[in-house]
């Protein structure tokens, strides 16, 4: 039975441990909170204790922490834009990894003023520094799974003409390393105190509809083209029913 | 930082050496034993175990068409597991942790191979049945992909696979209970592992195609346009003209 009075009122909620649409997010253990080395002290606290990252993007180390996991965000979608580079081959690959890179940085820094402004509208005591860990942190995720798919990607990228099939699987891997991305993104706004998942749903639909329209405003970057960047403006929805349509069905040999 | 698997009740002391029945029985306190224990020769018996449990039972099914067919058959289905552990290693790695299971790289590694070892064994242990059933029938001429016999040799090696794939990954959900302590989470982690291992899996099986031959076309050990499609055009191919007409 809780023991309190006027004079002895119960304690504010932390912004740490604040709820968001009413689950609690708890504070790191103290094995959770044990520095974080180089890169391979990021990569496996990135996986094992993201509350931790998200503790220590908050302290003195933070500039540090954001550095390891932008560096991370960079190689691990240069290497799977090789990958993707080699359905095509010639100079995409390293247009691919070069217009993949670039795409997901500027798709991370222009939605990244939105979601300082959807955390403090939802009472999340965030700094814009907090904000932009976050969002380092939800792209190094997004790569470094990307980079997990690299293999079954190469595979099949070697066994199909299709564009279409292509991209589509490359989408599907997209949208995987994005979900677990969002629930770095979704325990940070909750230890800094967001009191609506509303917010969080909202940007993340900004999100990916912007990484979305980045595949087409940086097109192509499965297959061939005669200019590094696209003459022609479209749409994605546009683009991709064109790509659909322009594929030609494959009748496969099966014994 | 300890991981849940290290921290919960130490299991009974793991045999050091490659314990066969302990893996059939899936006697889940000495597999946890094996994954949080290093043991080479403990490696060395899943990756013979799957070479030559999945190699007897490719010989068996290939040999239908022609002993050839049946050495390489015998070659390409060991491949096709060791390729998809291999392939999926760091996206199984990563997918662990993240869906709840504090497991290191070389641990998930191995509870897979655990599993795939378990499949070449069951497989293994059908090979006299399948050889058998192949040795009855008639032999592969052109138009046995038609026939009767074709129809049962595809089907009772679904039905086999079907069955040590089955066996396998309940054996695979029992361990990542124990090393997780939690169903919900052992679960999520099985249907992640399981769709990327299927993802790949299948397509090793495509290109490294043919398994059992086709009695119009050579025996050779890859077609030449074994990287031509995919398992999912194929598919979408079919069931485009199924529908269509």
């Known amino acids: 039975m809780n023991d309190y009075s006027p004079s002895n009122p119960p304690p504010l909620p932390t912004a740490a441990a604040t709820a968001s649409g009413g689950v609690l997010e708890a504070e790191p253990n103290a094995a959770e909170l044990a520095p974080i080395g180089g890169l391979g002290g990021m990569l496996e606290a990135l996986l094992r204790r993201p509350r931790g990252v998200l503790h220590h993007l908050s302290g003195s180390e933070a500039a540090r922490l954001i550095g390891l996991l932008l560096l991370i965000a960079a190689v691990g979608a240069a290497l799977y834009g090789v990958v993707v580079g080699t359905f095509s081959g010639g100079i995409q690959l390293w247009a691919a990894p070069v217009k993949i890179t670039a795409g997901l940085f500027f798709c991370g820094a222009i939605c990244l003023p939105s979601l300082y402004v959807f955390a403090c509208l939802t009472g999340s005591v965030a700094r814009i520094n907090d904000v932009v860990g976050m969002v380092a942190g939800l792209l190094a995720l997004m790569t470094l799974l990307l980079f997990s798919f690299a293999p079954v990607a190469w595979v099949f990228s070697q066994s199909t003409q299709s564009v279409a099939a292509m991209g589509s699987m490359h989408l ?17 706004m909750a230890r800094l105190g967001a009191r609506s ?20 405003a940086l097109r192509p970057l499965v297959g061939k083209a005669d200019t590094f960047l696209p003459k022609e403006k479209m749409f994605f929805l546009q683009h991709w029913g064109e790509a659909f349509s322009a594929d030609k069905p494959t009748t496969p040999k099966t014994d | 930082m300890p991981s849940p698997a290290e921290s919960a009740a130490s299991p009974r002391p793991a045999p050091t050496r490659f314990a066969l029945p302990a893996l059939l029985r899936g006697d889940v306190a000495v597999l946890q034993g094996w994954l949080l224990q290093r043991s080479t020769p403990r490696l060395i018996g899943c990756l013979l175990a799957i070479v030559l449990g999945a190699g007897i039972y490719g010989a068996s099914i290939g040999c239908w068409r022609s002993p050839m067919q049946g050495v390489y058959t015998a070659a390409k289905l060991p491949l096709i597991l060791l390729l998809t552990a ?5 996206l199984n790695g990563l997918l662990a942790p993240l869906l709840g299971l504090n497991l290191t790289l070389r641990q998930t590694s191995l509870a897979i191979l655990l599993s795939f070892t378990l499949l070449a064994l069951i497989l293994a242990t059908f090979s006299p049945l399948v050889f058998f059933a192949v040795w009855n029938l008639p032999p592969m001429v052109a138009g046995t992909a038609r026939g009767t016999a074709y129809a049962l040799i595809q089907a009772s090696q679904v039905g086999v696979i079907a069955f040590a794939g089955l066996t396998a990954n309940v054996r695979l959900l029992q361990l990542l209970r124990q090393l997780s302590g939690s169903q919900a989470v052992a679960f999520r982690v099985l249907c992640a592992w399981l769709a990327g291992n299927l993802l790949l899996g299948t397509q090793l099986t495509w290109i490294l195609r043919p398994f059992f031959g086709s009695p119009s076309l050579a025996v050779e050990f890859l077609r030449p346009d074994a990287l031509r499609g995919n398992f999912f055009e194929a598919l979408a191919y079919s069931l485009r003209v199924l529908f269509t007409y």
């Open chain 1, 197 to 216: 998942k509303g917010a969080f749903y909202f940007w993340m639909i900004i999100f990916v509809l912007v990484a979305l329209q980045m595949t087409t």
């Open chain 1, 172 to 188: 599907l891997f997209w949208l995987i390393a994005t979900f677990f991305g969002a629930r770095f993104l979704y325990r940070g």
């Open chain 2, 86 to 90: 291999l392939g999926n290693a760091l």
